[in-house]
């Protein structure tokens, strides 16, 4: 199933149930105002926007989604040290997961865990976590959930194109580990939006 509508495809069941209980609201006049503002809130909570990359060049990295960076740092997976960008998105950001660049998808890994919100990274270990490994170019993406979400939608997919919608997450982490001879171009406390050049791989 496309998701290139207006509205997350992952939206479908929240927004029906909000607006089953405006129409309730309206026969019986209940709370009309906040079955609005919920209803309303709930389409913005899972807006599609159409986004394309900043640059078309095949060693550009993109950010995977909006937030808010909240670390960088060197990090070590599997044995083998990267550079790690950690971008926060808050509920009011839009929670569309993009590819950080052409990813040929080695293997999507899952483990079930709590939904909290702390800034203690050992903390957030404990949340569910969704980890996308890449064949090509040594991109890894972490996802882990927060105090608003409880799971972490990812589209059943083995290629994509730098910027391609790839999952959706209301409320989470998202640490994009990249090759260390990644030369990055944010800076930690910058806000950042879903295609937005990060940095790009030295030769």
């Known amino acids: ?85 950690l971008i926060r998105s808050r509920i009011i950001d839009c929670g569309v997961l993009r590819a950080a660049c052409d990813m040929e998808i080695a293997s999507i890994k899952r483990r079930n865990g709590l939904n909290l919100h702390s800034s203690d990274a050992n903390l957030n270990l404990l949340n569910n976590r969704a980890t996308i490994i890449s064949k090509n170019q040594d991109i890894i993406l972490r996802i882990s959930t927060s105090a608003f979400t409880s799971k972490i939608y990812l589209e059943n997919l083995t290629c994509v194109k730098s910027g391609r919608r790839i999952g959706f997450i209301k409320d989470g982490k998202v640490c994009l580990l990249m090759p260390l001879n990644t030369r990055i171009s944010v800076a930690k406390g910058d806000k950042i939006k879903a295609c937005n050049i990060i940095g790009y791989i030295d030769e």
């Open 1 to 85: 199933m496309d998701n290139l509508g207006i509205i997350s495809k992952y939206g479908y069941k929240c927004i029906a149930i909000s607006a089953v209980l405006l129409i309730i609201s309206l026969i019986f006049d209940l709370w009309f105002s906040f079955f609005v503002i919920l209803f309303l809130v709930t389409l913005w909570i899972y807006r599609n926007p159409e986004r394309l990359p900043q640059s078309e060049d095949s060693k550009a990295i993109v950010s995977p989604i909006d937030g808010v960076i909240e670390d960088i740092k060197k990090c070590n997976y599997n044995g083998r040290s990267y550079s790690e960008i």
